[in-house]
């Protein structure tokens, strides 16, 4: 079992994707090079060394999901950010 994080309500997180390279299935939903999305939560890294999941939102504040069997983005995908606020 891996733990979710949220970011609690003083912090906000969002994700600048950097690679947009198509996968090896078919997504339902993809991502747009040099765009930032807002971060709902994200895991811890499965394997030390590795990325995390990262799910992210569009500007409605909908989950963007490539697929019913995939929910989460690579961390690899994108330049994190976080915002403290006040």
């Given at each position: 079992?891996?733990?979710?994080?949220?970011?609690?309500?003083?912090?906000a997180v969002y994700a600048k994707c950097v690679d947009a390279s198509m996968p090896a299935f078919a997504p339902d939903e993809w991502i747009e090079e040099g765009k930032v999305y807002p971060v709902k939560h994200f895991t811890e890294p499965l394997n030390q060394g590795d990325?995390?999941?990262?799910?992210?939102?569009d500007e409605d504040?909908?989950?963007?999901?490539?697929s019913p069997s995939h929910w989460s983005f690579a961390s690899t995908r994108f330049e994190l950010y976080t915002l403290h606020l006040n």
């Open positions: 079992m891996v733990n979710l994080f949220v970011p609690p309500s003083y912090m990325g995390f999941a990262v799910t992210i939102m504040g909908i989950e963007i999901h490539p």
